[in-house]
């Protein structure tokens, strides 16, 4: 993992996670980061297929003192950690999407974080609901990484073809 690609104060924060259940793995573009370098992403983007609850995750998480959170919906968390709220972490449950291929547990805190073909997959998915320039970069890395286009799609179609909901 490319733990350099992380700012100090998410860094720091990274062993953390270790005490995080293993049904949670880091999506989006801070796993993206870690894998493969590149651009620098602050959030910390965890899914699960197993439902969530804002009140719940307060009581079991591992985060220190003062968590704040700033956004709680059905299977949607969002908390705010760290003196300045330097640190945003979103916890997205109740998925049904599947995998193409199993997460890779990171060493150090065991973190899973998603295959670069699922990261790939719903990065395609992605951009038909919105088209920032984040997400063409993301996509760059990927290709970049020898995740063909033809694969990228593929791995979207597998996951996403009945699905309306691309991003939690």
């Not at 005490?19 to 959030?43: C, K, M, N, W």
């Not at 760290?82 to 065991?110: Q, Y």
């Amino acid at each position: 993992m490319k733990l350099d690609v992380l700012p100090p104060q998410q860094r720091r924060f990274w062993p953390v996670f270790s005490e995080l259940p293993d049904h949670f793995v880091l999506y989006v573009e801070t796993a993206i980061g870690l894998r493969l370098g590149g651009r620098q992403s602050v959030d910390f983007d965890f899914f699960t297929n197993q439902l969530i609850s804002a009140d719940a995750l307060s009581g079991s998480l591992p985060f220190p003192r003062g968590a704040e959170l700033i956004q709680s919906h059905p299977n949607t968390s969002t908390f705010t950690v760290h003196p300045g709220r330097e640190i945003k972490i979103s916890f997205f449950g109740g998925l049904t999407i599947g995998r193409v291929a199993d997460p890779d547990r990171c060493e150090g805190n065991g973190v899973f974080i998603a295959s670069l073909l699922d990261l790939a997959a719903q990065k395609m998915k992605v951009i038909l609901a919105r088209a920032e320039t984040k997400d063409y970069l993301d996509i760059d890395t990927l290709l970049k990484a020898d995740i063909t286009l033809p694969r990228a799609l593929g791995a979207a179609k597998a996951l996403y073809l009945n699905s309306t909901r691309c991003y939690p």
